[in-house]
């Protein structure tokens, strides 16, 4: 699976857009960008994925590069509970559906 | 979405003994089913890929006999971590594969082993 590249932490102001960034530049034709999100001490919790379109659901908007070598996560407005380090992983098509966790991104959200 | 349940959330247990974690998806059935580990302040690490009806695949440098997988029915899975030690101590965090849609996996709330 393509490596992925996230700023180790970023801090966001409550009741602002949260924008995560994510490098994969090795990225392959059939590989999908997965979003997840773990809060201290809990499980990893899904939040979007996409394979080359841009991507939206109640929780996130994801997008995806016309190169797909990066994308952005963004949270439309940051509350103080999605205080989180989050994660961009790239996970292979086929039949391998393993999830390889990287460091993350450490997100803020400050009062 | 879908639910994932860890039991026990959390352990605490002598060096030596033998400690079993259940995982199970409660609204849908999961034919795999992997199982990870975190260490504090680091990032979930693969242990291996649980199959139902099958043997587990390990990754690479985890033992095996140390750490037994059973995949007995397609919505449980557990994992018995045998003779602990405190180097064991650790966030035992386990996923489910959803059947009817492979690109859905959700994960457990985890289980907090602390070895003595």
């Known amino acids: 699976d393509a490596k992925t590249t996230q700023p180790p932490s970023m801090d966001c102001a409550e009741g602002r857009a949260a924008n995560l960034p994510c490098n994969h530049s090795?990225?392959?034709?059939?590989?999908?960008v997965y979003w997840y999100r773990q809060i201290h001490s809990q499980g990893p919790q899904y939040i979007i994925h996409g394979l080359k379109n841009n991507e939206t659901n109640e929780m996130a908007s994801l997008i995806i590069t016309e190169d797909r070598k990066s994308s952005t996560l963004i949270l439309p407005h940051a509350t103080l509970r999605d205080t989180a380090v989050y994660y961009c992983?790239?996970?292979?098509?086929?039949?391998?559906?393993?999830?390889?966790f990287g460091k993350g991104t450490l997100l803020t959200v400050n009062p | 979405g879908a639910v994932v349940s860890q039991h026990p959330s959390w352990v605490i247990c002598k060096s030596g003994t033998s400690v079993k974690i259940e995982c199970r998806s409660l609204?849908?059935?999961?034919?795999?089913m992997f199982w990870y580990r975190q260490f504090p302040k680091q990032s979930l690490m693969l242990m291996a890929t649980s199959n139902e009806g099958s043997k587990a695949t390990y990754e690479q440098g985890v033992e095996k006999d140390k750490f037994l997988i059973n995949h007995a029915s397609l919505t449980l899975s557990t994992l018995t971590v045998t003779s602990a030690h405190p180097e064991d101590s650790s966030f035992y965090i386990c996923?489910?594969?959803?059947?009817?849609?492979?690109?859905?996996?959700?994960f457990g709330p985890g289980t907090r082993l602390t070895v003595l």
């Open positions: 090795t990225i392959s034709g059939n590989e999908y």
């Open positions: 996923s489910a594969l959803r059947d009817s849609s492979y690109n859905e996996q959700f």
């Open positions: 609204d849908f059935q999961a034919t795999t």
């Open positions: 992983i790239v996970r292979g098509g086929g039949s391998n559906y393993k999830l390889t």
